[in-house]
């Protein structure tokens, strides 16, 4: 089995050609901030087929490509359902026709979380669990869940992957989804540059004087005693923590894994979040592991690969 397969992620698009459970070849690319989707798809194809290039493989000997994607999906139909304020042509696109004309490929279309979520489940550190969650923190937060064996999808293919969109605070910041106060619009990548630059103390905060705010950037300023940058870093970690431990309620895990681009930051992340959900989550001290991804950038390319092995589970 040899697929191609791409994580149209928030920030960057990862691709990478996954061969017998291994990834053979990988590249990355910034991600288009706004506009369609259908023409960056164009952008995408081009570097898909210098991969191939790069990579020695001819695109005729693939067996398909797996593409992840924000939003929630009809992974039975290949086309997402939400509207997306980023690229708002996104629910028109038909996915598998495009592959197919594009390509020559079949396709599968999943979100992204939930690619993620099979990776670890398959490849990664949810292996051999039955009962698990994956938190991905990045542009946004995406989670999602597989439940005694088997991945959660629901009725409108939005189990499990909304963690993101728990109310934290019911009289917090809008969101991207109409809600308040939800994970995302409290503590995300996209939410933290207009969280710093409206609080009073930004002034007076090394990240002033930065042309880009990030997480990797507030942490650095946090290690520095910036007060400001303290201040919005272990807020950020209440809330993670406090969706986790929600979580952990809703779905009975053995394992919570982290991914996202903000887990450089884990060895700061994951031991508080620990100790909260031993503090606060209903279950025993121990019992729910929280542990960092084995595919930190890589896990979607991973379990789009597991989707196209069609094991049963995934049906």
Request: charged share 20%; glycine share 8%.
């Amino acid at each position: 089995m040899q697929i191609i397969a791409v994580d149209l992620g928030g920030t960057k698009t990862k691709a990478g050609i996954v061969k017998n459970s291994k990834l053979i070849g990988r590249n990355e690319f910034t991600a288009k901030s706004s506009g369609s989707l259908l023409s960056y798809l164009s952008f995408v194809k081009r570097n898909l087929l210098l991969l191939c290039e790069k990579s020695n493989t001819d695109p005729a000997d693939l067996n398909g490509i797996g593409i992840a994607s924000t939003g929630i999906i009809d992974n039975k139909k290949n086309r997402v359902l939400s509207v997306n304020k980023k690229y708002p042509d996104a629910t028109q696109i038909d996915f598998s026709q495009w592959a197919d004309e594009e390509l020559g490929l079949p396709l599968i279309l999943e979100n992204d979380a939930n690619a993620a979520m099979l990776g670890e489940w398959r490849y990664g550190e949810a292996k051999s669990t039955d009962n698990c969650i994956m938190l991905t923190l990045g542009t946004g937060i995406g989670s999602s869940v597989i439940c005694n064996g088997h991945p959660l999808r629901g009725k409108h293919f939005q189990a499990g992957i909304l963690g993101g969109h728990f109310i934290v605070n019911y009289n917090g910041r809008k969101c991207t989804c109409r809600g308040k106060g939800c994970v995302e619009a409290e503590a995300s990548t996209w939410a933290l540059p207009d969280i710093v630059r409206n609080d009073p103390e930004f002034n007076k905060s090394i990240l002033s004087n930065l042309p880009v705010i990030d997480y990797k950037e507030l942490f650095s300023a946090a290690e520095k005693k910036d007060k400001l940058s303290v201040k919005i870093r272990d807020n950020s970690m209440l809330v993670w923590a406090a969706c986790t431990v929600s979580l952990i309620h809703a779905y009975d895990p053995e394992i919570v894994v982290f991914g996202g681009g903000i887990m450089k930051s884990a060895h700061i992340i994951l031991p508080y979040i620990t100790s909260y959900v031993e503090k606060h989550a209903w279950v025993k001290k121990g019992q729910v592991k929280i542990v960092k991804a084995k595919h930190i950038e890589d896990a979607a390319l991973f379990g789009l690969y597991s989707l196209f092995c069609k094991q049963p589970e995934y049906i």
